[in-house]
């Protein structure tokens, strides 16, 4: 039997409940929030100042491309091909306009990612009705991801992924134009523009938030291009990524990774012009021209599937465009032959969203407590893969190899339960309005 309390008990539950309640008001104060940034902001600057050149290698690689153009007037895009958009040149470029020093760069560089974040989680914190709670999941997947996103530019791409999702029902042009300056920088931002495509309600808002936008946006990137003599390389970032092989941490790259542990004969290289380690051989090598062709096909795919849900569920195409954007941002990891760890800062902004707009009467805490606590689980082991365990992943050790296949077989699986969503979405019977 359950024990019976006494009065006594039952005398402190009341006092229980009033500091119950005492806390959340607390925790959803501004001030306890800004507190809770600046630690998880310190705390993730502090490790990244701890694994160095693990964590800020990037960096200095895009110092190196900036002092080159400076020094020598050779710029990447405007006079040879690069790995990155040219839009990524902006953000690369500004730390060194402050600092000659290296180290100044990286701090400018980790404080230019701590404004960005700080302005996002300034406009998360005010959405309704869960905008606090949303923004203390927001810092905890941060942490819980390392300090991994704030050495890349993808630290730059999550905050615009985030505040793009949270202006895009009310500002829907805005945040078109804003997802599209970030697939400038980086693609990943892509992702929120083809579901806000996929979510318009008809040709004429498809023209007006859509097609205007984007392109405003596009001709601004191309025309700097041209000026700067760089049109025949403004392209290139895609063949480049196309030449790239199968990288050890991608999704697809696990069977092979998990067959390293009993055969010697898989091969894991270092390659020196991308500077990433891929995974060679006839299977891997076939795996990364799939993965070539199965990209664009999910991400339309997906696209298609969220056209036809907004079509069926007008009345749902917030939840749709949220649903739609993570599964569009999972399948970009699930199928990319690149699996740079940072990549996993692009699945907490749909969570964030989608926990900051919802209500109860919308089913987001069931449709979002599963994806939130499971892409909290895949941020914390993606950190224990990299940087913490990533030298005995890559030689093949079984302990660091499961928490890889772990890790990935949860992008799986939230890729999937995405798509089921937007299945669900897409294909319910629809309950007829009665009037009276």
Same mark, same amino acid.
């Given at each position: 039997?359950?024990?019976?309390?006494?009065?006594?008990?039952?005398?402190?539950?009341?006092?229980?409940?009033?500091?119950?309640?005492?806390?959340?008001?607390?925790?959803?104060?501004?001030?306890?929030?800004?507190?809770?940034?600046?630690?998880?902001?310190?705390?993730?600057?502090?490790?990244?100042?701890?694994?160095?050149?693990?964590?800020?290698?990037?960096?200095?690689?895009?110092?190196?491309?900036?002092?080159?153009?400076?020094?020598?007037?050779?710029?990447?895009?405007?006079?040879?091909?690069?790995?990155?958009?040219?839009?990524?040149?902006?953000?690369?470029?500004?730390?060194?306009?402050?600092?000659?020093?290296?180290?100044?760069?990286?701090?400018?560089?980790?404080?230019?990612?701590?404004?960005?974040?700080?302005?996002?989680?300034?406009?998360?914190?005010?959405?309704?009705?869960?905008?606090?709670?949303?923004?203390?999941?927001?810092?905890?997947?941060?942490?819980? @991801? %390392?300090?991994?996103?704030?050495?890349?530019?993808?630290? $730059?791409?999550?905050?615009?992924?985030?505040? #793009? +999702? *949270? /202006? =895009?029902?009310?500002?829907?042009?805005?945040?078109?134009?804003?997802?599209?300056?970030?697939?400038?920088?980086?693609?990943?931002?892509?992702?929120?523009?083809?579901?806000?495509?996929?979510?318009?309600?008809?040709?004429?808002?498809?023209?007006?938030?859509?097609?205007?936008?984007?392109?405003?946006?596009?001709?601004?990137?191309?025309?700097?291009?041209?000026?700067?003599?760089?049109?025949?390389?403004?392209?290139?970032?895609?063949?480049?990524?196309?030449?790239?092989?199968?990288?050890?941490?991608?999704?697809?790259?696990?069977?092979?990774?998990?067959?390293?542990?009993?055969?010697?004969?898989?091969?894991?290289?270092?390659?020196?012009?991308?500077?990433?380690?891929?995974? @060679? %051989?006839?299977?891997?090598?076939?795996?990364?021209?799939? $993965?070539?062709?199965?990209?664009?096909?999910? #991400? +339309? *795919? /997906? =696209?298609?599937?969220?056209?036809?849900?907004?079509?069926?569920?007008?009345?749902?195409?917030?939840?749709?465009?949220?649903?739609?954007?993570?599964?569009?941002?999972?399948?970009?990891?699930?199928?990319?032959?690149?699996?740079?760890?940072?990549?996993?800062?692009?699945?907490?902004?749909?969570?964030?969203?989608?926990?900051?707009?919802?209500?109860?009467?919308?089913?987001?805490?069931?449709?979002?407590?599963?994806?939130?606590?499971?892409?909290?689980?895949?941020?914390?082991?993606?950190?224990?893969?990299?940087?913490?365990?990533?030298?005995?992943?890559?030689?093949?050790?079984?302990?660091?190899?499961?928490?890889?296949?772990?890790?990935?077989?949860?992008?799986?699986?939230? @890729?999937?339960?995405?798509?089921?969503?937007?299945?669900?979405?897409?294909?319910?019977?629809?309950?007829?309005?009665?009037?009276?």
């Amino acid at each position: 039997m359950w024990p019976v309390p006494s009065p006594s008990d039952l005398s402190t539950t009341p006092k229980a409940v009033d500091l119950l309640r005492s806390a959340t008001r607390v925790f959803s104060s501004w001030p306890a929030l800004w507190v809770g940034f600046v630690l998880a902001h310190a705390w993730i600057i502090f490790q990244a100042w701890v694994f160095g050149g693990q964590i800020l290698g990037d960096v200095n690689l895009y110092e190196w491309w900036v002092r080159n153009g400076m020094n020598t007037g050779s710029w990447p895009v405007l006079d040879y091909a690069w790995v990155y958009p040219l839009g990524a040149l902006g953000p690369m470029t500004i730390p060194a306009l402050f600092t000659e020093s290296t180290v100044g760069y990286d701090w400018w560089w980790m404080g230019m990612v701590t404004a960005a974040n700080a302005g996002a989680v300034a406009l998360l914190g005010r959405a309704k009705p869960h905008g606090r709670a949303a923004s203390w999941y927001w810092l905890f997947f941060l942490v819980m @991801l %390392g300090p991994i996103w704030i050495g890349r530019l993808d630290g $730059l791409l999550a905050p615009i992924i985030l505040v #793009a +999702l *949270l /202006i =895009a029902v009310p500002r829907p042009a805005l945040a078109m134009a804003l997802a599209t300056v970030g697939a400038w920088i980086k693609i990943a931002p892509g992702a929120v523009a083809l579901a806000l495509a996929a979510t318009a309600s008809n040709l004429r808002a498809f023209v007006r938030n859509v097609v205007l936008p984007g392109a405003a946006v596009c001709a601004v990137v191309v025309g700097l291009a041209f000026a700067g003599g760089g049109q025949a390389n403004v392209l290139d970032v895609f063949g480049e990524q196309g030449d790239r092989q199968l990288q050890v941490e991608a999704v697809a790259a696990t069977p092979f990774t998990v067959a390293r542990i009993w055969d010697p004969s898989i091969k894991v290289e270092y390659d020196d012009v991308i500077y990433t380690y891929e995974v @060679l %051989g006839g299977g891997a090598d076939l795996t990364a021209q799939m $993965l070539d062709v199965a990209l664009p096909v999910a #991400a +339309l *795919l /997906i =696209a298609a599937l969220i056209w036809w849900a907004a079509r069926r569920r007008p009345e749902r195409v917030g939840d749709i465009l949220l649903v739609g954007a993570a599964a569009e941002l999972l399948a970009l990891i699930v199928f990319n032959k690149v699996g740079s760890p940072q990549f996993i800062a692009w699945i907490g902004p749909p969570v964030a969203a989608a926990i900051a707009l919802g209500s109860r009467s919308q089913g987001t805490k069931r449709t979002w407590f599963v994806p939130a606590v499971g892409t909290l689980i895949v941020a914390r082991l993606t950190m224990e893969l990299y940087p913490l365990r990533y030298g005995e992943f890559l030689g093949g050790w079984w302990f660091a190899t499961s928490v890889g296949a772990l890790r990935n077989a949860l992008l799986v699986a939230l @890729l999937a339960g995405a798509l089921v969503r937007l299945s669900q979405l897409a294909f319910a019977r629809r309950v007829p309005t009665v009037t009276s």
